[in-house]
């Protein structure tokens, strides 16, 4: 299965650019499944309905989130409606919306997306180390689902990184989101899942993680409450993974960093 993964939508220049350009990417790698980050997509903070709807019209399969999913209120009644639509998988019992999604995708294959949180440095949720082994005791790859991706939506590379160890062998890919900025650790794990510590996001560069760097530097000079910051909105960089899998086990043959248009080194998968 060709699987394209997006991290982190900021803004409307974040938006604008991956309506111009995902289905043209989609096609050029011929991708069967992409899953999108949509949390930062509503002027950094959020996701509308009528975003996620665009997001899907150009080409998303299933969009996921973090931190930042409830800042738009309109999206709690929308995650019922779009199960496409995913949120972390460990937020308490009784939260709206799901953590996973399993889909169809081309020539009767079966991807199953799951999105979970970290916990350093960010909310106390659940632990996403159990909730996400009790989820994938449900599943096994290479027989009830062809491809498993886990968006892993934390601060700390050393969680992430813990959170992939763990679950090596176990899923197509970990790839983490939050930090809106790309590593270079994309490898396929000695267990055959794919990983990389951060997609980065699909913003503007030429920022503080997607939004203004003047009002953004001014909080740590001041060390005080600024103005609510707005996203930076110079030309956006789609940044994220493109990965290969074997349909028969489900582990990864090929991953490679993409970063297309905007200001950061170009890379994209031949
Ligand atoms: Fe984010
Ligand atoms: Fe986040």
Redesign the pocket.
Known sequence: MRILFLG?VVGRTGRDTLGAKLPGLRATLQADLVVV?G??ASHGFGLAPDMAQAMFAAGTDVITL???AWDRKEVIPYLASQPRLIRPMNFPPGTPGAGFVAIEVAGGRRALVMNV?GRLF?DALDCPFRASAQELSRHRLGATVHAIVIDI?A?ATSEKIAYAHSFDGQVSLVVG????APTADHQILPGGTAYQSDAGMCGDYDSVIGMSKEGAAARFWRKMPGERLAPADGPATLCGVFVETDDATGLAIDIQPVRVGGRLSQAVPQ
């Open positions: 982190d980050n949390e930062n973090g931190n930042h949180m960010m939506h601060e989101t939050h930090t809106h």
